[in-house]
């Protein structure tokens, strides 16, 4: 005889506690159904665990990328400047009367940090070259008409002559300095040119 709790039989509650069973602990058996599988519990801690390196290690690779982004443009802004600037001044020196130049500075900037000559044309007229450091720019300056900025970022220029039997030799050297990141200042880069006089 089947003894009845409530209004359920105990053959009933047997089959419901199977069901719920099932629904429950369906994963954990041990021939799921392929399409009731779920994650385990360790599947997941694997998951969360390797979530937390990537979080923790992308701010850091994060700003390594920045860093190097910005050393490639500051060098990259040098490296061009520095052509630039030794291409215009060596093609100006070079058609210059060598007894003409004097190499002297503005009142405040560093010494020998300005050059001046005449220059002569093709078409066999003369002109009033200088070049010149006013702070952190290069000037240039033609015939007394006021300077022109060639480029930025210039720290440091000096106009020398590498043999003092020789004046028809003139050193340039550049030093460049642009910002970086964090309020620093890198890729500092020295050029040095020495450029005949034609004339």
């Given at each position: 005889?089947v003894?009845?709790?409530?209004?359920?039989?105990?053959?009933?509650?047997?089959?419901?506690?199977?069901i719920i069973?099932g629904?429950?602990?369906s994963?954990?058996?041990?021939?799921?159904?392929?399409l009731?599988r779920?994650?385990?519990l360790?599947?997941?801690?694997?998951v969360?665990?390797?979530?937390?390196?990537?979080?923790l290690?992308?701010?850091?690779?994060?700003?390594?990328?920045f860093?190097?982004?910005?050393?490639?443009?500051?060098r990259?802004?040098?490296?061009?400047?520095?052509?630039?600037s030794?291409?215009?001044?060596?093609r100006?020196?070079?058609?210059?009367?060598a007894?003409?130049?004097?190499?002297d500075?503005l009142?405040g900037m560093?010494?020998?940090?300005r050059i001046t000559?005449t220059?002569?044309m093709?078409?066999?007229?003369?002109?009033?070259?200088?070049y010149?450091q006013?702070?952190?720019?290069?000037?240039?300056?033609?015939?007394g008409?006021g300077g022109?900025?060639?480029v930025g970022?210039?720290?440091?220029i000096?106009f020398s002559?590498p043999k003092?039997?020789?004046?028809s030799i003139?050193?340039?050297?550049?030093?460049?300095e642009?910002?970086?990141y964090?309020g620093?200042?890198?890729?500092?880069?020295?050029a040095?040119?020495k450029?005949?006089?034609m004339?």
């Amino acid at each position: 005889m089947v003894e009845a709790v409530g209004w359920v039989s105990l053959k009933n509650m047997n089959k419901i506690k199977k069901i719920i069973r099932g629904c429950l602990f369906s994963s954990l058996s041990p021939n799921p159904s392929p399409l009731k599988r779920g994650y385990t519990l360790m599947e997941l801690m694997v998951v969360v665990a390797i979530m937390g390196v990537i979080l923790l290690a992308s701010p850091k690779i994060f700003e390594n990328s920045f860093k190097f982004m910005r050393l490639a443009f500051a060098r990259a802004e040098i490296q061009k400047n520095s052509r630039a600037s030794l291409s215009n001044i060596n093609r100006e020196l070079r058609q210059a009367y060598a007894s003409s130049i004097v190499v002297d500075e503005l009142a405040g900037m560093p010494p020998h940090s300005r050059i001046t000559f005449t220059r002569y044309m093709s078409d066999g007229s003369t002109r009033l070259v200088s070049y010149y450091q006013n702070g952190r720019k290069l000037y240039l300056d033609i015939n007394g008409a006021g300077g022109k900025m060639v480029v930025g970022s210039l720290r440091y220029i000096a106009f020398s002559y590498p043999k003092t039997d020789n004046n028809s030799i003139i050193s340039v050297s550049l030093t460049f300095e642009t910002k970086t990141y964090e309020g620093g200042t890198k890729a500092l880069q020295m050029a040095v040119e020495k450029v005949r006089i034609m004339n």
